[in-house]
């Protein structure tokens, strides 16, 4: 048997995950976001400029097609949503100001496979691009809070922020952190080690006990911003409040990716184990990575469906997902009614009754409890009798009541 490649997965029943969808779409909607879609395949150079090469996506987790000798496009397939969104944005030279759009879809990541952790998964994606204005970042936040928490009912969640300064706010600070972590290169992680020379602020993320203790008396880059960047941090913090959204502050929330710049947050779940984090986001400038002439200040924000499903199974029974349509079982006694039963289903799905047809030729008891077990509501019986008279019996399986009504009526019987 070929079973499935390594950290990918099959969904045997979609309905959780159609449902985040669907309430996501209906949420970015009223937020006046437009749905777009972007290729599954990239060029390799389109992340390697816009993520930063020391980052883990870059560096050891991007699936790289191999294509024909002859072809000179290095193509992968996308770990991201974002660096595709803005070459989109750049490419159609887009003049909205500022460009909101969402998208979903499946992302590509050679990670070490675990609970909540695939290498193909899928994200639902918003991005806010030319939009300089902070209040910007509170609307973002703010309108993620409500997605889960009223949208999706969840309550087991906290919301980090954090704020990573400007590129000159971080080129000073990271001097500074520097010289920590060489006072403490003793008492660090060899990757932390490493990290404290290519992307120091990367140590943050370790999960190693020994190095988080120590983190929790590093310098903070919160606390090394410039004028401008104080009174973001500052009107972030204070509209949050206003808007009654809770946060918690966490110095050491720096996200993997190299392109944030200014606010970033993440949505962390106990319920979820050592995988917490279900959404992230952030301000990101890296238009002109990807050939912009001038800077585009921008945000974005992404959550797994796969996560969210994952939380939202314990609490599914409080979630308005539509119940399945009633479903009306037809049953041809023997192989002489099996065209007769399929006109008829052909009959009621063309007027969108959700029909199935039983054509297995097993004994009439047999198939009766068949339709009791998929849960039909009305079950329709055509047998040498029915079929000589035009007629059909049709019985209701929650009331037990059954009728036999020309063929010719059976919309006008079920419509009434
Ligand atoms: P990121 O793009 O890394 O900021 O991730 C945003 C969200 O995507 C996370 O909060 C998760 O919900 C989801 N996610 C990221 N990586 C994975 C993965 N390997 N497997 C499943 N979900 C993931």
């Avoid at 996506?57 to 991007?62: A, C, N, P, Q, T």
């Avoid at 020379?197 to 988080?212: A, E, I, L």
Wanted: hydrophobic residues 40%; glycine residues 4%; charged residues 20%.
């Amino acid at each position: 048997m070929i079973n499935q490649v390594k950290g990918t997965h099959d969904v045997l029943d979609l309905t959780l995950h159609n449902f985040i969808i669907e309430q996501a779409r209906i949420h970015m909607q009223h937020a006046y976001f437009t749905e777009i879609t972007t290729p599954i395949l990239e060029s390799i150079d389109l992340f390697k400029r816009t993520l930063g090469t020391e980052t883990d996506v870059i560096s050891k987790e991007m699936f790289v097609i191999e294509q024909h000798p002859n072809s000179s496009e290095r193509i992968c397939l996308r770990p991201e949503a974002t660096a595709p969104t803005t070459r989109a944005f750049l490419q159609h030279g887009i003049q909205q100001q500022p460009w909101k759009v969402f998208s979903h879809g499946p992302m590509f990541r050679y990670e070490r496979p675990q609970k909540g952790r695939y290498r193909q998964f899928n994200q639902f994606n918003i991005e806010v691009i030319n939009a300089g204005s902070i209040a910007h970042d509170t609307q973002m936040i703010a309108m993620l809070e409500r997605f889960f928490s009223e949208r999706l009912k969840l309550v087991n969640y906290v919301l980090f922020i954090n704020f990573l300064g400007c590129s000159a706010d971080r080129a000073e600070y990271k001097k500074t952190l520097q010289s920590f972590l060489a006072d403490n290169i003793a008492s660090i992680c060899p990757t932390c080690t490493q990290r404290a020379t290519t992307n120091s602020m990367r140590v943050f993320d370790c999960k190693n006990s020994t190095c988080q203790k120590l983190y929790l008396n590093a310098p903070f880059i919160a606390d090394h911003l410039c004028q401008d960047c104080i009174s973001d941090w500052q009107q972030l913090k204070e509209q949050l409040t206003i808007l009654s959204i809770s946060y918690a502050y966490n110095p050491l929330l720096v996200r993997g990716l190299d392109y944030y710049n200014k606010t970033v947050f993440e949505f962390s779940s106990t319920d979820l184990g050592a995988q917490n984090a279900f959404c992230g986001g952030g301000r990101y400038e890296l238009a002109q990575q990807c050939g912009a002439l001038q800077p585009v200040p921008s945000l974005g924000a992404a959550f797994g469906t796969e996560r969210l499903a994952l939380m939202l199974e314990s609490i599914v029974d409080s979630l308005t997902i539509k119940p399945k349509p009633t479903l009306h079982v037809i049953i041809p006694l023997s192989e002489k009614q099996q065209t007769l039963a399929l006109f008829c289903a052909d009959l009621l799905q063309r007027h969108n009754f959700c029909t199935e047809t039983l054509l297995d030729n097993k004994s009439v008891k047999n198939m009766m409890n068949k339709a009791h077990k998929m849960g039909a509501t009305y079950v329709f019986l055509l047998g040498d009798d029915e079929q000589e008279k035009k007629m059909v019996t049709i019985k209701n399986m929650l009331t037990g009541k059954q009728d036999t009504i020309a063929q010719a009526d059976i919309i006008s019987y079920l419509k009434k």
